[in-house]
């Protein structure tokens, strides 16, 4: 069977590792163009990987009728530019980081433009619905394992973060409620079955100075009723300083799914005079490491069969409307209803 010939826009901390996975570990495609703003980056993963050809002009590989398909990797801030751009080339395949866009107009044109284009397949970097575990929860919850679901609970915590850091990054970032707590929203979503009917937040800048400056914050709760009338709620932190932290729980008639109580790096316990202690993983990548191979294999075995992503173009759009809306809730206190 011919490989999958991809075109990949973007090489930074993710676009190198999705290049990196198409190159090295999804045996049906092909790294045949890769694109990035900085030509260093170009040329290193020339140099290393060998790829068909490197450009700093993403429109060379949309334009590229030999391209099965485009991986876009760059900045949130130019996703909808160059989903469109390749739309409106022709490009027929596109796997996008998340999230979709950084505004309700921006996801609204981008779903007209890609529905207007006929595209095959659009799916959308939801990597966590690849984790074998969080699977396991969604197949045990379909099958009725725990009767019916009565609530779900997020925790998500990143380890704590340089201050300067920190403040450049949350400009362009769309802040804490925005941006970290974007796969939480497709998590629910998913795993319930459901979208949201209220959300109501709070929350604050408890941790570094300046952030509130920026109209961003450090921790936040927010609660969820679902349209099918299970109860949520999401509990989101920068400051965990023992490392990355995520939990889930779904609860329900006959039972419990619980996934991650403590961030445990592995299963060693050491053990010496100062006590016992075990490792905790550091930072998202060491904790979902597999889901970024498994998803662009998905995308890749999507092209080739003719089938249809786990995140699609749909799923993109409504995690964004729960962004605004969970937003709005946390900065005025507000229950705001998605209807
Ligand atoms: P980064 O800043 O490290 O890399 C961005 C890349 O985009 C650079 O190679 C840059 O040259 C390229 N780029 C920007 N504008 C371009 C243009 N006009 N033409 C060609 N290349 C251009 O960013 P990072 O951290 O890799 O994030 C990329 C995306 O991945 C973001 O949307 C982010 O939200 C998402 N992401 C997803 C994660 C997940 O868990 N699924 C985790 C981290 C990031």
Request: proline residues 3%.
């Amino acid at each position: 069977m011919e490989k999958v010939k991809l075109g990949i826009v973007g090489l930074g901390r993710l676009g190198r590792e999705h290049a990196a996975n198409i190159n090295y570990n999804i045996i049906n495609a092909e790294l045949a163009a890769v694109c990035s703003a900085v030509p260093e980056e170009v040329e290193s993963v020339m140099k290393e990987m060998n790829p068909g050809y490197g450009t700093t002009d993403y429109m060379e590989m949309f334009n590229d009728k030999n391209l099965d398909g485009i991986v876009i990797a760059s900045n949130s801030a130019f996703h909808c530019k160059m989903i469109c751009d390749a739309a409106n080339a022709g490009v027929k395949n596109i796997y996008c980081e998340k999230p979709l866009g950084m505004t309700l107009e921006e996801i609204d044109l981008i779903k007209e433009t890609v529905e207007k284009n006929n595209m095959n397949i659009f799916q959308i970097g939801y990597n966590r619905r690849f984790d074998q575990a969080l699977m396991s929860m969604k197949e045990k919850i379909d099958a009725g394992f725990i009767g019916k679901p009565i609530l779900i609970k997020l925790v998500n915590r990143d380890p704590e973060w340089n201050r300067e850091a920190l403040l450049k990054f949350s400009p362009t970032s769309g802040g804490l409620v925005f941006d970290m707590l974007t796969h939480d929203y497709d998590v629910a979503r998913w795993l319930i079955g459901s979208d949201a009917e209220t959300l109501y937040g709070i929350g604050g800048a408890y941790g570094y100075e300046g952030l509130a400056e920026l109209n961003d914050i450090d921790n936040c709760i927010i609660s969820i009723g679902f349209e099918n009338g299970v109860m949520g709620y999401m509990e989101t932190s920068r400051n965990a300083t023992y490392g990355y932290h995520v939990e889930y729980e779904v609860f329900g008639t006959e039972g419990s799914l619980r996934l991650g109580t403590t961030p445990n790096k592995d299963r060693v316990v050491s053990m010496n005079r100062n006590g016992v202690t075990t490792e905790c993983v550091k930072s998202f990548f060491e904790f979902w490491l597999p889901t970024f191979e498994a998803e662009l294999q998905d995308f890749v075995d999507c092209i080739q069969n003719g089938k249809q992503p786990k995140a699609g173009l749909e799923d993109a759009y409504k995690a964004v409307q729960w962004a605004f809306a969970a937003k709005e809730a946390v900065d005025k206190r507000t229950v705001v209803s998605m209807k």
